[in-house]
Every structure is written in C-alpha cells, then in structure tokens.
T-cell receptor, first 114, second 112 residues
C-alpha cells in the first residue's frame, strides 16, 4: 500500500493564481482531512470529509474549497492565492470509530505564495 | 482558543536519559489523546494514544500518562535515542467527534 500520497511536493504561486492540491489514499478509509502547518504552529484543520459526497469546514476554511467524489481522492482547491496561504499542507485519512483512531498523513505539499 | 497546548517549543535531552514532553488541554469533553511524531519534510506519524478511562499506556520505550483532574498528559521516552529527535504533537478528540485538535508541537533534540 502506498498509504496517503500528495502532489505536488512543492509549488510557488503568484498572488491571485489558483491551484489544486491532490490527495489520494489506498487504505479505503472513509475519513479524510486537510491541514495546514505554519512555522512554529500546530496543525490547523482546513476541511474534512466523512465519506464520498460529504465535506465539512474545519478551523480555517476561508480561501479553500474541497470535493470528495470518490473514497480515494480528496483534492484541495485554492482560489485567488494570497501570501497568508504560504504554508505546508498535509492530507490525512482514518477509519471512523470511537475517537482514538490514528490518522495517517501524507508527506505534505510546501506552498509559497509571492 | 487553544484547546490543546504544548507550552515548551523545544526540549534538549542527552542520549540515554529520559525525555518528558508535556501537554495541557482545556476541554473536559476530550476522552482520547494521541501523540504524533514528525520528522522534517515528512508527514506526522502516530506514536501512541490513551483513552480517558486509563491513566497510563506503554509501548516499548514510550509511555503516556494522563492526569484528568489536572487536564494534563505527558509522554515519556526512556531511554532517549538520537532517532527520537523530531517534533512531537499532542492531539485530542472525544467520542463521536470526527476530527482531532492538535497542540503547537515540541521540538525534541537528543544530544549524543
């Protein structure tokens, strides 16, 4: 199993440009998540999904959009990129359960907006 | 409102000694707590978890202690090894919740 894969690994965007961060998991997990990590900060939840066709906002959703058309894929869309979106983005997935289940993370996408 | 706090941004420990990483939380509804480890340029990986019905959970060199009355948990690593140098995140959630709340992380450096 490849686990959680993310593309691209790095990207530089100009202000106002758009892009999609790709995330795929091959573990048949129902739950998927997008986080951002700013320097010296913890992981902030952007959006999450509990299954195909179902998405919900996390702590910092402004400036982002998601879709979940399949169990495997959970792309994150940035519209009108801003310098404040410079960050490292992590995708994760997990099984639903009682609450103590671990989340499996991808390797991250480092995004710079200039 | 920071519901999960790791007040020490960094910690330096000598190889072979004990590393103790601390985490405080404010939401009394949390009943699961997890620790993740993160190396540079990689995603976090799960390390160990504990349910609120326990006060201790061990896995090899790693032990997590939970003090519910103080809303405090700690991760003990003994003996510390150079490969333990990483950023450690504490996370929490409660039964039925579909998402974790993470602390800011503590960078642990093990010195030879």
């Amino acid at each position: 199993n490849a686990g959680v894969t993310q593309t691209p690994k790095f990207r530089i965007l100009k202000i106002g440009q758009s892009m999609t961060l790709q995330c795929t998991q091959d573990m048949n997990h129902n739950y998927m998540y997008w986080y951002r990590q700013d320097p010296g900060m913890g992981l902030k939840l952007i959006y999450y999904s509990v299954g195909a066709g179902i998405t919900d906002k996390g702590e910092v959703p402004n400036g982002y959009n998601v879709s979940r058309s399949t169990t495997e894929d959970f792309p994150l869309r940035l519209e009108l990129a801003a310098p404040s979106q410079t960050s490292v983005y992590f995708c994760a997935s997990s099984w639903p359960g009682t609450g103590g289940e671990e989340q499996y993370f991808g390797p991250g996408t480092r995004l710079t907006v200039t | 409102d920071q519901q999960v706090k790791q007040n020490s941004p960094s910690l330096s420990v000598q190889e072979g000694r004990i590393s103790i990483l601390n985490c405080d939380y404010t939401n009394s509804m949390f009943d699961y707590f997890l620790w993740y480890k993160k190396y540079p340029a990689e995603g976090p990986t799960f390390l160990i978890s504990i349910s609120s019905i326990k006060d201790k959970n061990e896995d090899g060199r790693f032990t997590v202690f939970l003090n519910k009355s103080a809303k405090h948990l700690s991760l003990h690593i003994v003996p510390s090894q150079p490969g333990d140098s990483a950023v450690y995140f504490c996370a929490a959630n409660f039964q039925g919740a579909q998402k974790l709340v993470f602390g800011q992380g503590t960078r642990l450096t093990i010195n030879p």
